[in-house]
């Protein structure tokens, strides 16, 4: 089962996290069953930037980004060669090292 090191975020992971997590399920599912509340104003539907990560290592082993993806991360604050969005972001086999930036474009918390 590979394992997601969760950097610490001073809102949402103070203390930062390691979970072991079942590959096959998205990044933002996985942070969000383990009460790291990422932000997911489209409800998941590759329809904003706000659950925008940095996949500091195992970039490789996701999924690759589709262009609808591509094209929402230009906007997404931040913006770095490793980001992904994470409800599009699948887990494989491989251990990741994930960065929670520190904000977002979203300009109201959905509270989800």
Not at 3 to 8: D, M
Not at 73 to 79: F, I, Q, R, S, V
Not at 80 to 95: G, K, N, T, V
Request: aromatic fraction near 2%; hydrophobic fraction near 40%; charge should be negative.
């Amino acid at each position: 089962m590979p394992q997601i090191v969760v950097l610490p975020h001073a809102v949402l992971c103070p203390e930062g996290a390691v979970i072991d997590a079942p590959a096959g399920k998205s990044l933002c599912d996985i942070l969000l069953d383990h009460d790291i509340e990422i932000e997911h104003a489209c409800e998941k539907s590759c329809a904003c930037t706000t659950c925008h990560v940095l996949i500091r290592e195992g970039f490789a082993s996701l999924n690759p980004a589709e262009e609808t993806e591509e094209d929402l991360l230009d906007k997404a604050w931040g913006l770095e060669a490793d980001s992904r969005l994470s409800c599009q972001s699948i887990l494989h086999d491989e251990d990741l090292v994930v960065e929670i930036p520190k904000y977002t474009i979203n300009q109201v918390s959905e509270n989800h």
